[in-house]
């Protein structure tokens, strides 16, 4: 007996960065590991992009990232890592500024002003000021106490000025507003610089800064029509591209006409209107199929009616003649040019009531006849049950044939003919 040849095992890929990206980011992974060099510096001797490198590290070097911010750690620790964003002070920038900071705030140093303390730890006045503004305003607070007290202050004035509280009054006051609005489109309503209104926010206005901070926290993963998400941006369409849509959309809320049609007239793309509607329309789409929607949950497709609208219309008028009428189903669609069938099946599905009064009927009996036909024989068969008058005269009194009714008879009332018969013969 010969075992079966054994199958070589799959090779599994393991994730990391495929060979010929580690050996397009090597030469500058090393110079970013060994010396102090900028990204981009780094970047335009090894000829590489620095969006590009910079998310190489980020991802499959973060111990280097983080080193050079500061933050000593192993490969395998540095994955739970995180730096923080531009609303705090970077490790780098922390290590940077933090003995002029604390020369800042020390006694020793009360005399000097920001500017000669940053010209004596070799840094520039503008940024340190900035630095103490934004993350230390309470040794601003601490030194200008102290110098007003020993008589050493230089009655420059200290805070907002007053033409920047003018320049951005109506900037803040919209931003505490209920609705939330992001900083840029604020800034353009306003004819501001975007720059100057994010600093203005920063250093005056850090309580407005921290409620907005929880705010976009709060819609992280809301994908929810209307409503803003984590990045602060409302989840809505581009201006563009609801002009772009907007003739179809019209006529695909207030016409039957199937996505692909309107498609086709308007002159948009047809899988660009479908993902268009699915993204941010799916209220019309349930509503075209009957079923009820409410934001947020999710829909279960496969339990939907699958037809086109337009097909309601098409076989409106058909369903409205055959109910006035009472004509047979066969008539009235070779009357619309319908396919009997297909007009049968979607009364069927749609019309089941209406479909029920059409199709078979159960008689007393327990057996199963046409509707039409128990209407058509219903008073031939009483006179024949409780009189002795002949089938064929009973036949030419309703209008009948008599072999028609004769038949009829022997399929759905056998036992009234056997009756009549031993009637007959006794």
């Known amino acids: 007996m010969t075992l079966p040849k054994k199958q070589p095992e799959k090779c599994?890929?393991?994730?990391?960065?495929?060979?010929?990206?580690?050996?397009?980011?090597?030469?500058?992974?090393?110079l970013y590991a060994t010396t102090s060099m900028p990204c981009i510096e780094i970047c335009r001797m090894c000829g590489v992009t620095v969006a590009g490198l910079q998310g190489h590290i980020s991802r499959y070097h973060r111990h280097l990232m983080l080193a050079r911010n500061g933050v000593a750690c192993d490969h395998e620790a540095s994955a739970d890592i995180k730096l923080t964003t531009f609303r705090w002070q970077r490790p780098a920038t922390r290590a940077k500024y933090k003995a002029a900071i604390e020369a800042c705030g020390s006694m020793d140093y009360i005399?000097?002003?920001?500017?000669?303390?940053?010209?004596?730890?070799?840094?520039?006045?503008?940024?340190l000021g900035r630095q103490l503004r934004t993350h230390y305003p309470e040794i601003l607070e601490f030194r200008e106490r102290i110098r007003l007290r020993l008589g050493i202050n230089d009655n420059l004035p200290r805070g907002s000025r007053s033409f920047?509280?003018?320049?951005?009054?109506?900037?803040?006051?919209?931003?505490?507003?209920?609705?939330?609005?992001?900083?840029?489109?604020?800034?353009?309503?306003?004819?501001?610089?975007?720059?100057?209104?994010?600093?203005?926010?920063?250093?005056?206005?850090?309580e407005l800064v921290g409620r907005r901070i929880q705010t976009r926290e709060k819609a992280v993963k809301q994908q929810c029509k209307g409503r803003i998400t984590g990045r602060g941006t409302v989840h809505a369409p581009s201006p563009a591209m609801e002009e772009k849509y907007a003739r179809a959309l019209h006529l695909y809320r207030t016409t039957p006409m199937s996505a692909a049609r309107i498609a086709a007239e308007t002159k948009v793309p047809k899988k660009g209107f479908y993902e268009y509607l699915q993204k941010w329309h799916k209220d019309l789409i349930c509503e075209r199929k009957g079923i009820p929607y409410e934001e947020g949950t999710p829909i279960d497709w496969s339990k939907t009616r699958k037809y086109n609208p337009a097909t309601a219309v098409k076989y409106a008028a058909a369903i409205r003649?055959?109910?006035?009428?009472?004509?047979?189903?066969?008539?009235?669609?070779?009357?619309?040019?319908?396919?009997?069938?297909?007009?049968?099946?979607?009364l069927k599905e749609h019309e089941p009531e209406f479909h029920a009064q059409l199709g078979m009927v159960k008689t007393e009996g327990g057996k199963w006849m046409a509707h039409r036909s128990m209407e058509k024989y219903k008073e031939a068969v009483h006179l024949y049950d409780t009189t002795s008058e002949p089938l064929n005269s009973i036949?030419?009194?309703?209008?009948?044939?008599?072999?028609?009714?004769r038949n009829f008879l022997k399929r759905h009332y056998p036992e009234l003919l056997e009756r009549r018969r031993k009637k007959d013969y006794s």
């Not at 599994?12 to 992974?29: C, D, L, M, N, S």
């Not at 005399?111 to 940024?127: K, Y």
């Not at 309503?189 to 100057?196: E, R």
């Not at 036949?395 to 009714?405: N, P, T």
């Open 111 to 127: 005399e000097m002003n920001v500017s000669q303390i940053a010209r004596e730890f070799r840094l520039d006045g503008t940024n």
């Open 164 to 206: 920047c509280k003018e320049q951005y009054a109506t900037a803040v006051e919209l931003l505490r507003g209920d609705t939330y609005i992001t900083v840029q489109e604020v800034a353009k309503s306003c004819g501001v610089s975007y720059a100057g209104l994010e600093q203005h926010l920063l250093f005056y206005h850090k």
């Open 12 to 30: 599994k890929r393991t994730r990391g960065p495929k060979p010929e990206i580690v050996e397009k980011y090597r030469r500058a992974v090393e």
């Open 395 to 405: 036949a030419r009194r309703c209008g009948l044939d008599g072999c028609a009714l």
């Open 321 to 346: 003649r055959l109910k006035e009428s009472g004509l047979p189903s066969a008539a009235i669609a070779a009357e619309f040019g319908l396919h009997p069938e297909t007009f049968r099946s979607y």
